[in-house]
């Protein structure tokens, strides 16, 4: 044993040793009575403390840090650190800070998010806060503690520090075994057990900079309000805004060496010009690439003057290339193909195949920016960069308007002009049509009266009649000019595959992430040629209308996302389905039930817009196939024409293959629009057997009486049906009850069974197109080796999907 760590740890001990004598004693001279029966008690602890800490010794020389100390018999999960919170939903956070200046910043920031009420929105938390000089040892214990301040100005934290493999001071920052130059860095780090009570989770902000840290700390609550605790990964590691080192801790809450990312190296640059700087993230670009961004935006600078005179004065502008979106999301918490950022005048963008001849016209914004700034009216801001960008979405803005216009899918002046309006819009739709709008401004009023209204668009009720009149005008000028592509439409193969889990939300591990490439390649090694991507929106009451928000969080299923695990499904020939889904809160899609025709009218028109994205975003990147709905049992059997209705304009934008995938029962049995889709999709999570333990025999005879069900449907129509879901836990007797919540039971053997009897089922069967089973993550460490869950992955049933599919 190292003879200094030993002496350490006897130092240590005998230290906790004193202390504890010392109490004994002090509770004699105060007159606390201390019978001779407690006195060998105190003496037995001593002992007992004594050897714990020599054992204890032992076990330091070969640790490159500890694990929590919890005292319970299993370190807590991720999922019960976060369960414990979302069972709470409060927040205690403890600002450190020993100027009375800023110590009053912190309360002046803090009260007004401490009075707002708990919403129903997940992100959503109850705020106090107190300084860390006056919080007491109850509230460590007992709350959810979110922790901000310089390391020495916050005692408290230095105590929570001690029990987490980080260190800071002035000259570094240690993560486990690796040391980062402390350059006034800022050390974010998320649900971390509190070694006062480990089944609740402690946060914090901390660095060496006490301003610093207040102003980003307060750019995290103006921005997350009750959600300012959120953050991407596990613990992050901030150079000024950007994020340079961060990683997720492992299932012992040290660094996870998986999951470390040291961006702080920094880029490479690749040409530096007296206007322009360029620089590469992990050889994104080369110097040719650097060449042709100047030559366009010497070239279209030129252009923009002619439009928006003069000149501006400021930094240069510095591009950032990054290889592809996890990389770009990781180091600057932005995932959009590309942005720019106004304060350090640079512009960020993802520089690859699936983006190629692609602009979306950032860095235009960044010089509009500049001469103009922000216009009082979103739509102008958007379009007037669109409007120089030649390839915006590869064929440029005016060939997709026409696409909009000629389908019908147009926005109108009003809704152009309604920022509350666009909140809720897609971004395709908003910003295809700001290109157009501002173009049709231009034309219309010229040059100068244009530039004059940028900045306060203020119209009269009259002017905002006769330009309503001259935009429809000039929408139908633009539609008889639009000369559609035909795309190559790919016939509907005999589909072996899954519905593709967005299951990480830590960008590294979602659709746009390395795992999720590695994912996509298992499964076409198992013999897969298809897959569902699964993009999500949700609602929480399923009798009011309510818009449907579009997914933009950095780790979430975002177009990025989305973009990147269709493209890369499609370099491995796989058959790509878009089948965006509605989480219902408390419920689910066929639960929702408007209770007047107005409501349902209005329902159908907030869905519409949402399943238009993701037809538009389809028909962009060539995606082979959408389902424009997924188990809307009441919607379906009560509106079938208003269903029709969506359908035909979907098809006036894309012109891939569309279907609906319907839950098994009632709606898939009842539908009555199936003639007006290209195959059937059904949802198929019929019961097996309702016995304990039937045998395959049994089983396969109750799937026989399904497939009549199915047959029917499929004489009726004439249509190919694919099941667009089908699946099994891992549980005990799956085959009861598919759909329902798990037990704790784990039993694959029973899971593999049923995918043998559904496999041998279908085989050969001429209505039958396919299969895309439920499901297959998008990592695959997802849960952990045994779990219950859905997915085959790494269990018996995954050698079953690979026999059946190499067929």
């Known amino acids: 044993m190292n003879n200094t760590i030993f002496f350490i740890g006897i130092v240590k001990y005998a230290g906790i040793v004193a202390w504890f004598l010392s109490f004994h004693y002090l509770k004699q001279v105060i007159g606390i009575k201390v019978d001779m029966k407690r006195n060998h008690i105190v003496v037995t602890l001593v002992i007992a403390l004594l050897a714990v800490g020599m054992a204890s010794v032992q076990l330091m020389s070969g640790a490159e840090h500890a694990p929590v100390d919890t005292g319970l018999d299993s370190v807590p999960t991720k999922r019960q650190l976060r369960r414990s919170f979302f069972d709470k939903r409060e927040i205690l956070v403890v600002y450190g800070a020993t100027d009375s200046l800023l110590a009053q910043r912190y309360k002046e920031l803090l009260k007004p998010l401490s009075r707002q009420e708990v919403t129903s929105s997940w992100r959503s938390a ?246 103009l700034g922000s216009s009082n009216t979103d739509i102008l801001t958007k379009g007037l960069p669109i409007y120089f960008t030649e390839t915006w979405q590869k064929k440029g803005y005016r060939y997709w308007a026409g696409q909009l216009i000629a389908s019908d899918n147009f926005l109108t002046v009003s809704q152009l002009l309604d920022n509350d309006f666009l909140q809720w819009e897609s971004a395709l739709v908003r910003d295809c049509m700001a290109g157009l709008f501002t173009e049709f401004l231009l034309d219309t009023w010229g040059r100068e009266k244009y530039l004059a209204a940028y900045a306060d668009l203020d119209l009269t009720p009259k002017e905002l009649e006769l330009l309503e009149l001259q935009w429809q005008d000039y929408l139908l000028t633009v539609a008889n000019n639009h000369s559609p592509e035909k795309r190559p439409v790919k016939a509907l193969p005999y589909v072996k595959g899954f519905n593709f889990a967005h299951e990480g939300y830590n960008i590294y591990n979602g659709y746009g992430s390395g795992k999720a490439t590695e994912s996509l390649r298992k499964q076409k090694d198992m013999g897969s040629n298809a897959v569902a991507i699964v993009p999500y929106s949700g609602i929480n009451d399923i009798h009011t209308p309510t818009a449907f928000r579009f997914s933009d969080h950095a780790g979430g299923e975002n177009d990025e996302s989305v973009v990147h695990a269709a493209s890369v499904a499609r370099t491995m020939d796989m058959y790509t389905v878009l089948k965006p889904q509605i989480f219902v809160g408390g419920s689910w899609p066929g639960g929702i039930d408007m209770q007047t025709d107005a409501d349902w009218e209005l329902f159908f028109d907030h869905y519409y817009r949402w399943i238009r994205h993701y037809a538009f975003l389809a028909e962009i990147y060539d995606i082979d196939a959408l389902c424009i709905g997924v188990e809307f049992t009441k919607a379906t059997l009560l509106h079938p024409d208003a269903w029709r209705k969506m359908i035909q304009k979907t098809r006036g934008l894309y012109s891939g293959q569309i279907t609906y995938a319907a839950n098994w029962g009632e709606e898939f049995e009842n539908i009555a629009f199936w003639d007006d889709l290209d195959f059937i999709g059904l949802n198929s999570y019929y019961p097996l057997s309702k016995k304990d333990n039937p045998t395959n025999v049994e089983m396969a005879a109750k799937f026989d009486t399904i497939k009549t069900k199915i047959k029917t449907v499929y004489d009726r129509f004439k249509k190919p049906i694919v099941f667009t879901e089908i699946g099994f836990r891992s549980i005990d007797a799956p085959w009861k009850n598919p759909h329902a919540e798990a037990d704790e039971s784990i039993n694959q053997e029973m899971q593999q069974r049923c995918y043998e009897i559904i496999f041998q089922g279908i085989e050969n069967e001429p209505w039958c197109q396919g299969i895309l089973w439920w499901k297959y993550p998008s990592y695959l460490e997802y849960r952990g080796v045994d779990n219950n869950a859905f997915t085959p992955n790494n269990k018996l049933a995954d050698e079953t999907v690979r026999k059946w599919f190499s067929k």
């Not at 960020?348 to 001849?357: F, G, L, P, R, S």
């Open 126 to 371: 109850k705020v106090t806060f107190k300084n860390a000089s006056s919080v007491n040892e109850e509230d460590l214990q007992q709350q959810v503690v979110f922790m901000v301040g310089a390391i020495d100005e916050h005692a408290v934290l230095q105590r929570f520090l001690a029990n987490t493999p980080f260190y800071v001071d002035n000259a570094k920052i240690k993560i486990g075994a690796k040391s980062i130059a402390n350059d006034n860095a800022l050390l974010s780090v998320g649900f971390y057990p509190s070694p006062l009570n480990p089944t609740l989770p402690f946060t914090f902000i901390t660095g060496t900079d006490p301003t610093r840290i207040f102003n980003f700390f307060a750019e995290r609550v103006t921005n997350g309000g009750q959600g300012f605790y959120r953050q991407n990964l596990d613990y992050e590691v901030y150079h000024g805004p950007k994020r340079v080192v961060l990683g997720d801790f492992d299932a012992q809450w040290k660094i996870d060496a998986t999951t470390f990312f040291d961006f702080s190296k920094g880029p490479k640059e690749l040409l530096n010009t007296e206007s322009y700087r360029f620089v590469a993230h992990n050889n994104a670009a080369d110097v040719a690439t650097a060449r042709e961004t100047l030559d366009r935006m010497q070239r279209m600078t030129a252009t923009i003057n002619d439009v928006v005179p003069g000149t501006v004065t400021a930094s240069k502008i510095t591009y950032h290339y990054y290889a592809n979106m996890e990389e770009k999301g990781l180091m600057t918490g932005n995932t959009d193909q590309a942005h720019m950022d106004t304060l350090s005048n640079t512009v960020h963008i993802i520089a690859n195949e699936a983006y190629k001849d692609n602009h979306t016209g950032k860095d235009y914004a960044l010089l509009l920016h500049r001469k």
